[in-house]
């Protein structure tokens, strides 16, 4: 006889972000896992209870009050019918229900009758999620042993752009996948990097130069996404400040999406402090001067406007700087394409940084999918082979727990 399968009760509440619940039951449904489902009133305005059903392959519960969906299942024998108990999208007004123990409806009265592990993917505008009550909201809720994912940060569907946009299916899923492991309801990081904090920049940034032109460069992302990845496979608590790439945000990572140096700089600085930096960002040098408000046109031939740029800030020696916010191992990426090493060496001293990862992007490196570095520390210069970025990846996260465990992690500090 098969084992059964691990059963979800999924609470969808009233945000736009309601429709990837549906994506995530699928994706839920594709690894064995199945899935139950309340949809709010407000959720109701959002995806209808026959999606939901026709992916659930079951009654989507509403009502507290409604006679048909007590008989069917009572609502304390509901909340306490799955293994895992997840919130997706959660909204600031079910987050504040829930730090409350309100129990006004059927999701809320579920989620504080149920005597299973919760998680919850928070979706809402950045201001909501900013705000004082909310962020007071999710401290209760995170006291109370409510488990969240994301919310990721970028362009939102009011328009507005920052933190507040629902995880990706893909992350909820994995995060729901590592809870239902056996033993596992509420996991503990393991690895060399547990209980250690890492920030990690990567991709471009984009420097604009009217509302449809920018500056930018051929960075991919893939590298730092990878060392991303490869620290929290280690068990670090990662933040990775990403520039615009094509990339899905690494499973148990957080994910922060800016365009410009600036707001690369503003997001590193806001997720100090940190044991650990790794600047892989190909971080625009320059930036127009100017961003023109509205689209340059044409003026004619002899007419071709000219941009004068400015330095952007230095993120990675910001970062370098010492001080008390200063992370114990700061890490830079240096391009070139000639005299690798030297440069590196040179950077390594000007910008104030532990290590420099030097790498020659003189032939397919932006882009493809190996990369060939050299680890240039206090002590010399390693030379790596040529291997997948994904390796370098995972060899950069050893050496980097290899030394942040001779020192204090920032909780002990
Ligand atoms: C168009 C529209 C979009 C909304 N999107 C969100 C959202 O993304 N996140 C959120 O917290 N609230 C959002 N709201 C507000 C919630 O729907 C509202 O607070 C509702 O009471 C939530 O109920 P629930 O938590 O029981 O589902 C939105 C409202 C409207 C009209």
Redesign the pocket.
């Known amino acids: 006889m098969s084992a059964p399968r691990p059963r979800v009760l999924l609470i969808v509440?009233?945000?736009?972000?309601a429709y990837k619940a549906l994506e995530l039951v699928r994706l839920l449904d594709k690894a064995g896992v199945a899935t139950r489902a309340i949809l709010?009133?407000?959720?109701a305005e959002f995806v209808t209870p026959l999606s939901l059903g026709a992916l659930t392959h079951d009654t989507v519960y509403s009502d507290l009050f409604s006679l048909t969906d007590e008989a069917a299942m009572g609502h304390i024998e509901l909340s306490r019918s799955a293994d895992l108990v997840v919130v997706a999208?959660a909204?600031?007004?079910?987050m504040a229900k829930a730090a409350a123990g309100l129990a006004t409806?059927l999701?809320t009265t579920a989620l504080l009758a149920t005597d299973k592990p919760v998680l919850m993917a928070p979706?809402?505008?950045v201001r909501?999620w900013e705000h004082p009550a909310t962020r007071r909201n999710r401290a209760q809720l995170e006291a109370d042993g409510v488990g969240f994912i994301g919310p990721d940060s970028g362009p939102m569907a009011c328009g507005e752009f920052g933190d507040g946009r629902m995880a990706e299916p893909e992350a909820i899923r994995d995060a729901i996948l590592a809870r239902l492991k056996p033993g596992s309801a509420a996991p503990a990081p393991v690895g060399l990097m547990a209980g250690r904090r890492a920030i990690v920049t990567a991709g471009p940034t984009l420097e604009p130069i009217d509302p449809v032109r920018f500056i930018s460069n051929r960075s991919s992302g893939q590298q730092g996404y990878a060392i991303a990845a490869a620290l929290a496979a280690e068990g670090a608590d990662v933040t990775l400040v990403s520039g615009p790439v094509a990339l899905r945000p690494p499973a148990g990572v957080r994910t922060l999406h800016v365009e410009t140096a600036r707001d690369m700089l503003a997001a590193c600085l806001e997720a100090l402090p940190a044991d650990v930096f790794v600047s892989v960002a190909a971080v625009a040098d320059w930036r127009p001067a100017e961003t023109a408000p509205q689209k340059l046109k044409l003026k004619g031939a002899d007419a071709a406007p000219t941009v004068s740029l400015v330095e952007n800030p230095d993120i990675l020696a910001t970062l370098a700087q010492p001080g008390p916010l200063r992370p114990g191992l700061v890490v830079g990426f240096a391009a070139e394409t000639q005299s690798v090493e030297m440069h590196a060496a040179a950077k390594r001293a000007r910008k104030g940084c532990d290590w420099i990862v030097a790498n020659d992007v003189s032939g397919d490196v932006m882009g493809g999918a190996h990369n060939q570095v050299s680890l240039v520390t206090a002590e010399g210069v390693e030379r790596w082979p040529r291997l997948p970025k994904d390796e370098v990846a995972t060899r950069l996260a050893q050496r980097i727990a290899e030394a942040v465990n001779q020192s204090a992690t920032v909780a002990d500090a």
């Open positions: 509440a009233g945000g736009v972000a709010t009133k407000a959720g999208p909204t600031a007004d079910i409806d999701a979706a809402m505008n909501m």
